[in-house]
């Protein structure tokens, strides 16, 4: 089974702070992404990674980035966190053999910002 | 501008009784439509990919279908159990990018 995990389940951090959320995954897929997850606006990807080193913009970047060191391992980095930045972050990879594109998810870091 | 829409925003059902959740996505170029399940508070759980036109997919008591313009989740004799969100989701050619409906409450009552 594809196992997705993600570092922390709930976090709370303050305005202008520097925020890390971690995802692993140990499947050996190419792709990750990270999306955040609001009422009424869905999912909503901000960056995905082809490969290790490698990022991809999605949809809503602004006020994040993004590290893959390693193949297994993709952060989501909040260089100065804000309030409007509270939400629940979801981490998911798929592969390019079999199922393609068939995304795997974490279990989700719901994140407060005060 | 690639848009999934999905139908009902909620339903209530009572155990047992079938129904139908409706998705409707971009109809060019689609290369995956995708169903989930979410729990609150929890992440997407994969139930379904479907390639092509006429395809279907069955799991426990749900089939997901696929029509030139649209997928159906059939949900047969439902349980309190199967009470969640359910998203559908599509990637268009030359891109690994889902593109997520807002998801269709379901809620069934024993």
């Known amino acids: 089974d594809v196992k997705v995990t993600q570092s922390s389940r709930y976090l709370v951090k303050r305005t202008g702070e520097k925020v890390f959320l971690e995802c692993v995954q140990d499947m050996d897929h190419e792709n990750m992404f990270w999306y955040r997850q609001d009422p009424g606006l869905g999912l909503r990807l901000i960056y995905f990674?082809?490969?290790?080193?490698?990022?991809e913009k999605g949809d809503i970047p602004e006020g994040y980035s993004v590290s893959r060191e390693k193949k297994e391992r993709f952060s989501l980095i909040l260089e100065s966190a804000s309030t409007n930045q509270t939400s629940m972050y979801l981490c998911?990879?798929?592969?390019?053999?079999?199922?393609?594109?068939?995304?795997?998810f974490g279990p989700g870091t719901r994140l407060t910002v005060l | 501008e690639d848009q999934v829409t999905q139908s009902p925003e909620a339903l209530r059902l009572q155990e047992g009784e079938s129904s139908s959740l409706n998705c409707s996505y971009t109809?060019?170029?689609?290369?995956?439509l995708f169903w989930y399940r979410q729990d609150p508070g929890k992440g997407p759980e994969f139930l379904f990919t479907?390639?092509?036109a006429g395809e279907e997919k069955e799991k426990e008591r749900l089939k997901a279908t696929l029509t030139k313009k649209e997928s159906f989740l059939h949900i047969t004799a439902p349980k309190p159990e199967d009470s969640a969100t359910y998203l559908c989701a599509e990637t268009q050619g030359g891109s690994e990018k889902l593109v997520f409906g807002k998801g269709t409450k379901l809620t069934v009552n024993p």
């Open positions: 998911a990879s798929s592969d390019d053999r079999g199922d393609a594109d068939t995304q795997y």
């Open positions: 990674s082809y490969d290790v080193k490698m990022k």
């Open positions: 479907l390639y092509s």
């Open positions: 109809v060019s170029g689609l290369r995956g």
